[in-house]
């Protein structure tokens, strides 16, 4: 009997071992080296107002560590930008009629920015996949008269030549804020800006490995980040059941269930551009 219970004690470790390894192996998959550990990338650059610019509702599941810390943290003031309704996107599972998708997701977005703390929230009515077909000047000026009232010390944005996830609306968005940024600048009104830029940046590793080509052209196209924080798992998960039509949608991506990537994938990332030393122009 003793015996067995050294066999099975042996039998027990061994698999603690491994499954320790398994589970630091993964996490791996979702560390970025360059990036230094903050309990609030808000917090770090001294923001007060913040404003995040992007394209369709769940967008700012990749950003829910951010927004949440810098409420709940920081006491910033905080709103966001959703350039479409998403009325072309694939339900994951399908939950509404097709043609009432836009309204389904729009409320979705809206529901999960207030269980993010958010104070405002604007979702306009640009085509689902369409946004780089938009007239860009319309887009610029609109970004930037949202700049103007809000008047953020921080920009929460797609970095332009890559969207975090390849996405042509995405990276447009990115375009179309550093444009709205430039334009505040050259006319020198009142408010000239944010401080600073912040860019959601995607894991490369994991990229690399599920991404496929999309996957491939975003590590090809993203900046290496500076900081890393808490994703907030739990408003992630949170989110995803807000956003029930899309609510499997990292298991379709990743091919892993929601809770084990988010096991793996607990911090955001972020590229932090400096306007006050680096202006845009």
């Known amino acids: 009997m003793r015996k ?16 320790a390894g398994v589970y630091w192996a993964g996490r791996h998959l979702f560390h970025m080296p360059t990036a230094k550990g903050v309990d609030s990338v ?7 107002r913040v404003l995040g610019v992007f ?6 599941q990749t950003v829910n560590g951010l927004f949440w810390r810098a409420k709940q943290h920081d006491g910033a003031y905080t709103a966001m ?78 970095w332009p030549e890559s969207g975090a996830t390849g996405h042509p609306d995405h990276m447009q968005m990115g375009r179309v804020t550093e444009l709205a940024v430039a334009q505040l600048a050259e006319e020198g009104g ?14 490369t590793a994991a990229l690399s490995i599920f991404g496929g080509e999309v996957g491939a052209f975003v590590v090809d196209n993203q900046p290496d980040p500076e900081y890393a924080m808490s994703a907030e798992v739990g408003k992630k998960h949170e989110g995803w059941a807000i956003h029930a039509s899309q609510s499997n949608f990292l298991q ?9 990537v988010y096991l793996l994938w607990d911090q955001e990332f972020y590229h932090v551009r400096d306007l006050t030393a680096d202006p845009l122009g």
Do not use: C
Request: proline share 6%.
């Open 4 to 19: 067995r219970w050294i066999a099975l004690i042996v039998v027990a470790s061994v698999l603690v071992v491994l499954l």
């Open 42 to 48: 808000v917090g770090e650059l001294d923001g007060t």
């Open 55 to 60: 394209a369709h509702p769940d967008d700012e």
């Open 81 to 158: 930008i959703t350039a479409t309704r998403g009325e072309a996107g694939h339900q994951t599972p399908v939950v509404a009629r097709q043609d009432d998708l836009g309204d389904v997701r729009r409320a979705e977005a809206l529901k999960n920015s207030f269980n993010l703390g958010v104070d405002e929230h604007e979702i306009w009515d640009y085509p689902d996949g369409g946004v780089p077909d938009v007239d860009e000047d319309e887009l610029v000026d609109r970004v930037a008269s949202v700049m103007k009232r809000v008047r953020p010390d921080v920009v929460v944005a797609f």
């Open 190 to 203: 009142s408010y000239r800006g944010p401080d600073h830029i912040v860019y959601t940046i995607s894991p």
């Open 252 to 260: 379709e991506a990743y091919y892993l269930p929601a809770w084990l």
